[in-house]
Structure formats: C-alpha cells, structure tokens
C-alpha cells in the first residue's frame, strides 16, 4: 500500500531551527508538496518538490531525495506564529495526493 | 470575498438529521473537492469535480451525497450520519489537470458533530 510517514509532534523553542522529516512509499512520484494548517483554520501551500535538492523560500526550506523516499521541512528563527501542524502530501503516478497523517509543531518561548 | 469559503463554521446534527455543507470559490478554479479530516489520521479524499462532472467517489458512503451546481460552487448533503462521521470537513478547488504544482486551496473547514 501507499504510506507517508511524519513524526505526531515535535516541540522546538522560538529563534532555534527545527527539522520535519517525511519519508514516503508511493506507487510512482509526482512531486511532494507541505502544507500548513493553524488550528482551526484551513491548511496552506508551503512549498512543492519535484526534483532533488533543496528549495528554499524565506524562513522555510523543503528538502527531496527521491531515492531515498524522503523529504524534510525546515524552519528556521522559528517565531509563535509557527506553531502548527504540517502536512506532507506525495503526488503518485495516478496523479492523486497521498497524505501524511500531519506534524503538530509546538513552539516554546 | 476570495479564497474559498465554507459555511457553517460549526455544525451539529442529530442522526436522523439533514443537512448541508457549502464551498464556494473565486479562484477561477475548475476542479473541487471534498476531504475528511480526522484528528491525527491523513486526510480522505471523498469526492473531486472537473469542470462540474464527477470524477472520483471514494468509496464514501451514500449518506453522503455531493452536488455540484457550477465551478464555483459545492454541496455536501448529509443525511442519517453516524457519530463517527464527526470530523472536520474540509472544501478544495484548484485548476483542473495534474500536472505541474497544481496546489489545493483549501477552505477553513465545517467542524461536524453527530450526536
């Protein structure tokens, strides 16, 4: 079967840097995409992988290897606002989104 | 208003209740969604629209019933719902074709409760 896995949750203090990891086994591969999701509130595009290597916009990184199955989203001068849950989604050869179950990121003062 | 809007916000029922979900979009999208969203589960795609047809159902239950009357607009009709289909529903649209980003814009959600 098709499965992405992302830690539950993470806690991670404010100014520091913190690193979300996804590892995915999917039929085919067709990009991998993070989403953001406030509590309560609908979840938001963060960044779209395709190819290896990192793309880098802002405050926020997403990393992809694509043969190792794996991918990471890192925060960096983490602010309260960054408090969320994070969603990894894998686009398959059929073209649907698989989704990860979400990280719930916890930020501290 | 842009983006996609969900109405209600809230929303408890009865069992033998009906009721209805709304979505809404300004995008210019033409493909719509529909996803579950339970607490610590991925979320459930249930149904998606391509320029107002229906192009996947899956395997929801037929107390769920969809509609979808333009591009720019989508139902949920609900009806002898099951306390575990308490959870957050949330609406998508984004443009049609899988290729390319192709992002999801999605809606703030309709927080269901059945009683």
């Known amino acids: 079967g098709q499965n992405i896995d992302q830690p539950t949750e993470m806690t991670a203090t404010e100014g520091a840097i913190v690193q979300i990891n996804c590892t995915y086994q999917?039929?085919?591969?067709?990009?991998l995409f993070w989403y953001q999701q406030h509590a309560g509130e609908a979840p938001t595009f963060l960044s779209y992988?395709?190819l290896d290597g990192l793309e880098e916009k802002g405050r926020f990184s997403s990393f992809l290897s694509r043969s190792k199955g794996y991918s990471y989203l890192l925060l960096k001068e983490l602010q309260m606002k960054d408090s969320a849950s994070y969603l990894c989604?894998?686009?398959?050869?059929?073209?649907?989104?698989?989704w990860g179950a979400g990280t719930k990121l916890i930020i501290k003062p | 208003e842009t983006g996609v809007t969900q109405t209600p916000r809230h929303l408890v029922m009865g069992m033998t209740n009906k009721k209805s979900l709304k979505c809404e979009q300004h995008?210019?999208?033409?493909?719509m969604y529909w996803y579950k969203q339970s607490a610590k589960k991925p979320l459930e795609l249930m149904f998606v629209?391509?320029?107002?047809?229906?192009?996947e159902n899956n395997s929801v239950p037929s107390r769920f019933s969809p509609e979808c009357p333009n591009s720019s607009h989508l139902f949920l009709h609900l009806h002898t719902l099951q306390p575990e289909d308490s959870a957050l529903y949330l609406c998508?649209?984004?443009?049609?074709?899988?290729?390319?980003?192709?992002?999801?814009?999605f809606g703030a959600g309709s927080r269901l409760t059945v009683l």
């Open positions: 998508a649209s984004s443009q049609a074709g899988g290729s390319g980003a192709n992002v999801l814009t």
């Open positions: 995008l210019g999208h033409n493909a």
């Open positions: 629209y391509n320029f107002k047809e229906q192009t």
């Open positions: 999917t039929s085919g591969f067709n990009g």
């Open positions: 992988n395709v």
């Open positions: 989604a894998v686009r398959d050869s059929n073209y649907q989104l698989i």
